[in-house]
C-alpha cells in the first residue's frame, strides 16, 4: 500500500512538473515585476548582469534597495528575489535586449 501510493504521488509530481512545489511565479508576473520593480531606477544592464545570483544574495540587496527608497512589500520582495535567483524565463525575458542569449516571450 505505501509503495503504491508513494507511485502514485511520484506520477502526480512528474504530471504536474513540479509545478505544485514550485516557489517561482510564473513567466509573464517575474517579467512584469523585474520592469516595475528595477528600472525605474537602475539600468537595464546593471539589473540583468545579476541573474542568477543566490535568492540569499538577492534578498538582501532587495532590502538595501528598500532602505534606499525602493518600495516594495515584502510578498513582492520574496517573489523578486525568487524570479532573479532561478532566472526564471520572465525575467530573462525581461533582459532579452541586454544579455547575450536571453530570449523576449
Keep these: 500500500m505505501k509503495k503504491r501510493i508513494a507511485l502514485i504521488g511520484a506520477g502526480v509530481f512528474i504530471f504536474l512538473g513540479g ?15 523585474v520592469i516595475k520593480s528595477c528600472t ?9 548582469a545579476n541573474l542568477g545570483k543566490s535568492k540569499k544574495s538577492w ?4 532590502k538595501f534597495m528598500i532602505a534606499n527608497g525602493a518600495e516594495l512589500s515584502a510578498e513582492e520582495t520574496e517573489q523578486l528575489s ?19 542569449g536571453a530570449t523576449e516571450k
Design 40 to 48: 525605474g531606477c537602475h539600468g537595464k544592464e546593471r539589473v540583468c
Design 19 to 33: 509545478q505544485a512545489f514550485s516557489s517561482v511565479p510564473d513567466d509573464k508576473f517575474c517579467q512584469d515585476l
Design 59 to 62: 534578498k538582501s540587496l532587495i
Design 82 to 100: 525568487d524570479c532573479m535567483s532561478v532566472p526564471s524565463a520572465g525575467a530573462q525575458a525581461a533582459c532579452a535586449d541586454v544579455l547575450p
